[in-house]
């Protein structure tokens, strides 16, 4: 009993010499103050942000486990370094601007356990990412990125069934929690703030890293989702996979590295959303000494359209006289590339051999003749086998480019994948078009020969059904546009309103007008950029094909004018001394003024393509004029629903 209660004495004696964890905030605010971010270490580690005093994350739980312990328990800071940068960044393959001011404050908290979070505060948005010196090789069981909103906003969910995804889904708006626990969406998804707040969520610098997911919880807050490495996984078909057995854990990697930024872009304005460019400033410098040879532009596609001619003395399908046909087409307006889609080769697991109708060196000799080169798709995993071999032999045909196709993975191995795809082709001079893709994640900074990726819903789907709308269509530019280039694969001349639309695979159709369709050369960013319909569609429709082949594919400058998330856009790019502009609407009709302040002194003269009186009736239906304007000048933009404006202004 004596014992008992001189126990009980000794830990009431060390009870008060025990002093809870002390809390500590370390504030960081962007150059113009307006975002201010709270980073807390106590016993865990979180971060809050606000912008103009309106609180946007409460408490935001993040961590790294490593090798099965959680770097961030019970952390100790052992050194804070705060520094501030602005300066101008050069893009050698332009997509949105041929330069981007770089500005930001960092604040980076060095720890004990060998880690450091490093945190970026720009003026349009906020971004955090580990750092870890271990020595060797590390395994990472999870990275926890919790969210947790000081609202119930609504979000832009990009609801995915399963990890194996190929990117490609609609956007369903609704609150946060109204999501229940356990449905998951890929990146890039936008909340919608208050006071017109939005905040764009997506990654950068990602590699030798799986690629992040979020799930809903039923709350306020979303949860990090990652695929698992993959130890066991059967072929399913030609170009899927089934799992077998996957490991207890992401990745496993260098412990000395920096991991993925986690990115935050934030706009007053639903148009400052567009022009964000925080991915490409957060990825890594090009790896390539000379980029001279990558030259982006607009191709020539066959497989929306089936390779449905007609008017020709030939029977079309995958054969030479077809692609010689597409490469006059091509030739004709000025089109550097075209595609030779799926069905080219031997068989899909054969790449090496091209089908007895198809003679690759012919058609490239034909094209050079023309000025037109050649662009060869292959599945992923034939590359994947015999990389160095197919590689080399698509150069010594004198092909220009490759379009890989249904990767439908975000794993580690899968990122590992696109890097080897980009440095391989580079290293011959091929560009890269990634098809069956997760979003971009800034490889295209370090390998500027990645000139497109897909990952969207995009035209293709009108094939089968009805869901890219014009609603959807204006949704794009505010979600997944925000990762990067986005091969949606416009050029549709067959256009028709939604009580006169028939799926058709072999004479598809889009929704919504002709103009619609045409602004989106200027509205979405494509280093390669598709013309998808049949060049004998094309040649019937000469004004609209002339107007569109004139449009640039990288830009020197862009401006989004006026827009609205979901409901309306309005952008101008430069080119040179040129302007190129685009509108796009929902289904709502609506008229829009812009004025043309942008332009530089002088008169330029302005093409103009917009809806036709009828084109409320007849989707194709389409006026085309021109006159003189300057910067003086106003614009108004009439749109029928669904439909869209272009223009071209030219210096005179």
Request: proline share 4%.
């Amino acid at each position: 009993m004596k014992n008992n209660v001189l126990a009980f004495f000794m830990i009431g004696i060390l009870n008060l010499f025990i002093v809870p964890t002390q809390a500590k905030d370390y504030k960081i605010s962007s150059p113009d103050g307006s975002i201010i971010t709270s980073v807390t270490v106590g016993e865990d580690i979180a971060w809050s942000a606000s912008v103009n005093g309106q609180m946007l994350f409460d408490h935001n739980k993040l961590g790294l486990e490593l090798n099965g312990k959680n770097l961030v328990t019970s952390p100790k800071v052992l050194k804070k370094k705060t520094s501030s940068v602005s300066n101008v960044v050069k893009v050698p393959v332009p997509v949105k601007t041929s330069t981007i001011k770089n500005e930001y404050n960092e604040l980076r908290l060095l720890f004990n356990n060998d880690f450091s979070i490093s945190f970026r505060v720009f003026n349009n948005g906020i971004a955090y990412r580990f750092e870890t010196s271990k020595d060797g090789e590390v395994i990472v069981n999870n990275e926890q990125v919790d969210l947790n909103f000081a609202n119930d906003f609504p979000i832009l969910f990009p609801e995915e069934q399963s990890l194996l995804s190929h990117y490609e889904r609609l956007y369903i708006e609704d609150k946060l929690s109204s999501f229940e626990e356990g449905k998951f969406c890929s990146l890039p998804t936008v909340v919608k703030g208050g006071d017109n707040i939005k905040i764009g969520i997506t990654e950068a610098d990602l590699y030798d890293y799986p690629g992040l997911f979020l799930e809903a919880t039923g709350k306020t807050v979303l949860k990090s989702k990652f695929p698992k490495v993959i130890l066991e996984s059967v072929e399913k078909g030609d170009r899927g996979i089934e799992i077998k057995k996957s490991a207890d854990y992401i990745a496993k990697t260098n412990g000395t590295r920096t991991f993925p930024w986690r990115v935050f872009m934030i706009s007053r304005e639903d148009k400052e959303l567009v022009e964000n460019q925080m991915v490409y400033l957060l990825s890594r410098p090009c790896e390539l000494d000379d980029v001279s040879w990558i030259k982006p532009g607009l191709v020539a596609w066959d497989w929306w359209n089936d390779n449905n001619l007609h008017g020709v003395d030939f029977k079309a399908g995958i054969n030479n006289q077809t692609y010689k046909y597409y490469i006059d087409f091509a030739s004709k307006y000025g089109i550097p590339y075209i595609i030779l889609d799926e069905g080219w080769s031997k068989t899909t697991t054969n790449v090496l051999e091209p089908n007895p109708e198809i003679d690759i060196p012919e058609l490239v000799a034909y094209g050079k003749e023309k000025n037109v080169d050649i662009i060869l798709w292959s599945l992923w995993g034939p590359i994947d086998k015999d990389m160095d071999r197919i590689l080399d032999r698509f150069k010594e045909w004198g092909a220009k480019g490759i379009k890989v196709d249904f990767m439908a993975q975000a794993g580690q191995e899968m990122v590992n994948y696109y890097e080897r795809v980009a440095k391989a082709c580079a290293e011959r001079n091929l560009l890269v078009d990634y098809h069956g893709a997760y979003k971009p994640s800034g490889l295209r900074r370090a390998y500027p020969n990645i000139v497109n990726y897909e990952g969207v819903k995009g035209l293709e789907n009108t094939k089968w059904t009805d869901i890219i709308t014009p609603e959807h269509d204006v949704t794009l530019p505010f979600t997944r546009m925000l990762a990067g280039p986005m091969d949606f694969t416009p050029g549709a001349m067959h256009n028709a309103h939604k009580k006169d639309f028939t799926a058709s695979f072999s004479n598809p159709m889009s929704l919504g007008t002709r103009c619609h369709q045409i602004a989106m050369y200027a509205v979405y960013d494509a280093p390669l950029q598709m013309l998808s319909d049949s060049p004998s569609n094309y040649y019937k429709e000469k004004e609209c094909t002339q107007f569109i082949s004139q449009f640039k594919t990288v830009w020197d400058d862009t401006k989004v004018l006026d827009a609205k998330v979901g409901d309306y856009i309005v952008t101008a790019r430069k080119s040179g001394s040129d302007w190129y502009i685009g509108a796009m609407t929902d289904y709502d009709a609506r008229t829009l003024k812009i004025d043309l302040s942008f332009l530089e002194d002088g008169e330029y003269e302005i093409e103009i393509m917009q809806d036709g009186l009828n084109a409320g009736k007849a989707a194709v239906d389409y006026v085309h004029l021109k006159k003189n304007v300057n910067k003086s000048s106003e614009l108004e933009i009439p749109m029928v629903s669904g439909g869209g404006w272009a223009a071209i202004c030219r210096k005179l």
